[in-house]
Every structure is written in structure tokens, then in C-alpha cells.
């Protein structure tokens, strides 16, 4: 199991930047893969980037070249830089988790409670 918690959320104007931080109850160095998820209002929650355990990422094509996943296996933390930011990011950011369980043969999930991202035009 793991708890996660993400900060680093807030007001910003259109063009500027955010790092939101996800902090981890456990070593994060065996999660398989880790990465940030948001949703807007009246929309469903869509994935924005993952970086997995080899360190390989993957990002939602309206986030590319502005946003970067990265981990601190140091510091049990993934990190979400966000620049140029556009009204349309606005949504509550969660952090994920996906470990898998030997037992079951699947992956279990684990969500963050959210982070509010609010980007002024």
C-alpha cells in the first residue's frame, strides 16, 4: 500500500508555470509506474503524464513539450512542472500509483486526494 499527497497547487495566469509535488508514504523506487491525472469540471478524469520504474514517460498530446514528469526516488516524490499554462489546464490534479500485486496478478491503484490548478486567462 501506499499514501499519497500532492501540493504545489494554485491561482496562476495564463503563460506561467506550476511545479506540483507528490509526496509518497513508502519507498517509491519499486513502483511500477507513477504519474498524474487531472479533471475539470463536468469532464472525466484523463490521464496527463506517467513515468514508469525504468524512468520512461509518457505524456497526453495537449500537455507535450509544456509539462514534464519527473521521480526523486531520494525523496519517495514525483514531480509535475507545468509551463506556459492555458486556461483549459484547469482541473483538480491527482497523483497515481500503480503497484502490482503478487497475489492477485493486477495492478492495484492508489489516487491522491487532488490538487486545485486554477489558470486565469
Known amino acids: 500500500q501506499v499514501q499519497l499527497v500532492e501540493s504545489g497547487g494554485g491561482l496562476v495566469q495564463a503563460g506561467g508555470s506550476l511545479r506540483l509535488s507528490c509526496a509518497a508514504s513508502?519507498?517509491?523506487?519499486?513502483?511500477?509506474?507513477m504519474g498524474w491525472y487531472r479533471q475539470a469540471p463536468g469532464k472525466q478524469r484523463e490521464l496527463v503524464a506517467t513515468i514508469a520504474i525504468t524512468s520512461s514517460t509518457h505524456y497526453a498530446d495537449s500537455v507535450k513539450g509544456r509539462f514534464t514528469i519527473s521521480r526523486d526516488n531520494a525523496k519517495n516524490t514525483v514531480y509535475l512542472q507545468m509551463n506556459n499554462l492555458k486556461p483549459e489546464d484547469t482541473a483538480v490534479y491527482y497523483c497515481n500509483a500503480e503497484i502490482w500485486n503478487s497475489g492477485t496478478y493486477y495492478y492495484d491503484t492508489y489516487w491522491g486526494q487532488g490538487t486545485q490548478v486554477t489558470v486565469s486567462s
Open positions: 513508502r519507498n517509491i523506487f519499486s513502483i511500477n509506474t
